[in-house]
């Protein structure tokens, strides 16, 4: 596609159901990024794949998330027994992968998760 | 831990004026980013500086970078009040793996007419 692609685009859920949040890459983009920002803060990593693998985690907050990306291309970020305090944007990027590292990152325009 | 950290926070200035934002990193970096975000949704990138470059431009944009400081700046001139908006710089380490971008809590820049 044109951009970085993520659905919904707003959610609204009651607390302690799942939710699964989408992201579809530029094409032929090998990183994908998933990123939490709650209201007037800045950017909270989540996780990083490189292809289909995930060499870093780090970032996911607890076992009620998880991410998985297949055929290197779309991913999904799984929130399990939603709570009031996953309410943040979740935003996802992609970019190339060069030798020397990483390029520029294309942001998609983010799932908006309200849990209610 | 945050990697990169801009300052000032917020920064309100006149139409006309330059914006002066700075940012500071822990470790080694293979190339910093900044990134400009309209209305908390997604972010649009600005410039990319190499670890072995100490300034860029791109239009009304300047960027430095002192890796002896771990630091860098964004100037924009003749400031608009399209240029309102929060900046963010974001960093790429060399841990000889993951590519993974690391940002800052941003400056929110507000440019009065």
């Known amino acids: 596609g044109a951009g970085v692609s993520q659905s919904p685009s707003n959610k609204v859920t009651e607390k302690g159901k799942d939710v699964e949040l989408r992201c579809d890459p530029i094409s032929g983009h090998t990183a994908l990024y998933w990123y939490r920002q709650s209201l007037g803060q800045g950017l909270e990593f989540l996780i990083y794949?490189?292809?289909?693998?995930?060499?870093?985690k780090s970032g996911l907050p607890s076992d009620r998330f998880s991410a998985e990306r297949t055929g290197g291309s779309v991913s999904t970020l799984t929130i399990q027994r939603t709570q009031q305090e996953d309410s943040a944007v979740y935003l996802c990027?992609?970019?190339?992968?060069?030798?020397?590292?990483?390029?520029?990152?294309?942001f998609g325009q983010g799932t908006r998760l309200t849990v209610v | 831990s945050q990697q990169g950290e801009e300052d000032p926070q917020a920064l309100s200035i006149q139409e006309g004026e330059n914006a002066t934002m700075n940012c500071s990193y822990k470790?080694?970096?293979?190339?910093l980013q900044w990134y400009r975000q309209n209305s908390g949704r997604g972010l649009v990138h600005l410039i990319l500086?190499?670890?072995?470059?100490r300034e860029k431009h791109s239009g009304r944009l300047r960027v430095t970078l002192d890796t002896s400081k771990k630091s860098s700046s964004l100037l924009i001139t003749a400031s608009r009040a399209a240029d309102t908006a929060s900046y963010f710089c974001?960093?790429?380490?060399?841990?000889?793996?993951?590519?993974?971008?690391?940002f800052g809590k941003g400056t929110h820049l507000i440019i009065q007419p």
């Open positions: 974001a960093t790429v380490i060399r841990d000889g793996g993951a590519d993974g971008l690391t």
């Open positions: 794949f490189q292809g289909n693998s995930a060499p870093d």
């Open positions: 990027a992609s970019s190339t992968r060069t030798i020397t590292g990483a390029v520029e990152a294309f």
């Open positions: 500086i190499r670890s072995n470059e």
């Open positions: 470790t080694s970096i293979n190339n």
